[in-house]
């Protein structure tokens, strides 16, 4: 049974960093990809950034191309998210998700993961 745990949410102003945490457990990481979602109040859950299994192929959205970083511990099974220059506009829930099949036309697409941690909220004040 695949388990995802993030950690590392909190508080921060403006600016400021974070570093996000996914423990993955209960399947190796041997193919797919491994995400971050993250979801406003009253808005969709909306694709953060993507990591295929090499830790080579990595994928962001626009909006945070240039200040977030996706990587890979594949001797720990952790994926992780750090998070720089911050703003009010990346308040909200960040999930990790996991899909074993994810293929590349896929991979910014929230259906097409299988696995969901339980997230993890992001607050950035003004």
């Known amino acids: 049974q695949v388990q995802l745990a993030e950690s590392g949410g909190g508080s921060v102003q403006a600016g400021g960093s974070l570093r996000l945490s996914c423990d993955y457990s209960g399947r190796t990481f041997s193919s797919g990809a491994m995400g971050w979602f993250r979801q406003a109040p009253g808005r969709e859950r909306e694709f953060v950034a993507a990591?295929?299994?090499?830790?080579?192929?990595?994928y962001y959205t626009e909006s945070v191309k240039g200040r977030f970083t996706i990587s890979r511990d594949g001797a720990k099974n952790v994926i992780s998210l750090q998070m720089n220059s911050l703003t009010p506009e990346d308040t909200a829930v960040y999930y990790c998700?996991?899909?074993?099949?994810?293929?590349?036309?896929?991979?910014?697409?929230?259906?097409?993961?299988?696995?969901w941690g339980q997230g993890t909220q992001v607050t950035v004040s003004s």
């Open positions: 990591i295929r299994r090499s830790g080579y192929y990595t």
């Open positions: 998700a996991f899909g074993p099949g994810v293929i590349l036309s896929r991979v910014r697409v929230a259906d097409a993961y299988v696995h």
